[in-house]
Each structure stands twice: as structure tokens, then as C-alpha cells.
């Protein structure tokens, strides 16, 4: 049994590593990394992939069925709080009420950054409707904390901006948001490989988000193992708790008394 699980909503998951389903060649090599992964928690581009919106079409939930694992749709590709809620109360109807959903309202087009005063309208209207809401936000600690008193059930800053690869930019804003926030703090946005994945989680962070670092990786299947791995390696490490920092040390690692000649 897990001894350290991720609860979100309630819901306990042994993974803290969610992962995205878009930018793959298909929907096999989809399902390849998600199990590569071993994510429990599945996030879904709404307007992007068939989930039973468009009938006759492949679905996504065919290979991913959420008998297996909790399908979080999202709202990537929505600019507004209006076309983000109603992306959402969509996917309640598609998947028969299921109220746990990712909102993300982007501010402009080329760099994907979140629109904050849309989001803030946005959450606030969707918790009101009885969502269940994790919210993709900058890594502002005022507004992630604002996010937080309107009922968001997690906070997903970014570490960089969506798919650069870039790592985590600025740990300090991310450890305040972290220090004080009494949901779960999902890194969501920027991670590159597997070390940006395991700083995130030595930092504090409850769970990493990713999709573009193991989608578009050259081989996809073998970058959701090691993001598994970093993850994990990452948590223990925090748990751990790291021995501190110092410029140099005078105490050897190794005890010197019954050396020969002392």
C-alpha cells in the first residue's frame, strides 16, 4: 500500500505524475507512453481530441478507457472564461458528470501565457457549478493563493512557459506558492526532461504535469519511464530531506580515528 499518496479532491492516486495526451503520432503511441508513464491521472485537450464529441470518429477513450484512469479534460485552446466554461460543461455532459477538470485560460497565442483576471472569473463561476477545479496559473503566489479561496482543488503554476523545454525558472516563486498553499501545488507547464521534473519535486511540489517533454521527445515511450522514475526519485528526496549546503566542509565523510600512524 502506498504510504504516500497524492490526493486531490479526495481522491487518493499512487502516481504524481499526470500527463497529457496531445502531440503524439497516434493514438497507440499515446497509450504506449501514458502506460510507460505510469500516470493514473490523464489530462484531455477537449477542443483538440475526440472523446464522443465527434461520433463515427476514432475516441481517445477507446485506448485510455476511464474505467482504468480519471480522464481530466482541459481547456487548452480557450482565450476567454466564457469559451473555458463552456469547453468544461461539455466535457460533464461527454463524460456523464464527471466534475474533476483542468481550466486553463490563455492569454495570447505565441507564448500560451495565462490570462489571470479570465481565470479568476472563470473558477470562480465553474467551483459555484460544482466542478472540481486544478487551475493552470503563472507563478504568482497572490494570484495562486486567490485561486485557492475561490475552492480550486489544486494549483498548477508554470516553471516555464508552455512547451519551451525551459526547466523551472523561478524555484522561489514556486516555493512560495508551495510554502503557502493548502491544496496540492502541481508544477504544470515548461518541463524539458527528467531533472527538471526531479527539481520540481524536491522543491515540494505535490506532482508534475507534462505532456510536449515526453510527446516530443525522440523516443516517447523512453522519456515517460524516466519522467516516472524523476518523479519518484524527486519525492523521496524531499521526503528525505537534503543534507544543507555548504561552501566547503572540514569534517571528512569517512571517520579518521584508528587510522594507522594516528
Not at 468544461?88 to 505565441?110: C, P, S
Not at 467551483?127 to 486544478?134: A, C, P, T, Y
Not at 523545454?165 to 522561489?172: C, F, Y
Not at 531533472?195 to 505535490?206: K, V
Request: charged fraction near 20%; hydrophobic fraction near 40%; glycine fraction near 8%.
Amino acid at each position: 500500500m502506498n504510504q504516500d499518496p497524492l490526493v486531490i479532491a479526495g481522491k487518493t492516486y499512487r502516481s504524481r505524475l499526470l500527463v497529457g495526451t496531445g502531440k503524439y503520432k497516434d493514438f497507440a503511441e499515446t497509450r504506449a507512453a501514458v502506460e510507460s508513464s505510469g500516470a493514473e491521472i490523464i489530462t484531455v485537450a477537449i477542443r483538440r481530441t475526440n472523446i464522443g464529441q465527434e461520433p463515427g470518429q476514432p475516441s481517445l477513450l477507446e485506448v485510455l478507457p476511464p474505467s482504468r484512469y480519471t480522464i481530466l479534460p482541459n481547456t487548452a485552446g480557450c482565450y476567454s472564461a466564457e469559451d473555458a466554461v463552456r469547453t468544461l460543461r461539455l466535457a460533464r455532459e461527454l463524460l456523464d458528470g464527471h466534475d474533476l477538470v483542468k481550466l486553463e485560460v490563455l492569454g495570447d497565442q505565441k507564448t500560451l501565457f495565462p490570462d489571470m483576471p479570465e481565470t479568476l472569473k472563470a473558477a470562480e463561476i465553474l467551483v459555484k457549478e460544482g466542478f472540481k477545479v486544478m487551475v493552470y496559473c503563472s507563478d504568482d503566489p497572490i494570484q495562486a493563493k486567490r485561486l485557492e479561496e475561490l475552492g480550486c482543488v489544486a494549483v498548477m503554476p508554470l516553471a516555464s512557459l508552455i512547451g519551451s523545454g525551459m526547466g523551472i525558472l523561478n524555484p522561489w516563486n514556486l516555493q512560495l506558492i508551495i510554502d503557502n498553499a493548502k491544496v496540492p501545488v502541481l508544477v504544470d507547464a515548461g518541463v524539458g526532461t527528467a531533472s527538471d521534473a526531479a527539481i520540481a519535486m524536491e522543491l515540494g511540489c505535490d506532482g508534475v504535469l507534462m505532456n510536449t517533454a515526453i510527446a516530443q521527445a525522440k523516443n516517447p515511450v523512453l522519456m515517460a519511464s524516466a519522467m516516472k522514475k524523476a518523479v519518484e526519485a524527486g519525492r523521496e528526496a524531499y521526503l528525505a530531506g537534503r543534507m544543507p549546503k555548504k561552501f566547503y566542509s572540514a569534517s571528512p565523510s569517512s571517520p579518521t580515528g584508528g587510522m594507522i600512524g594516528r
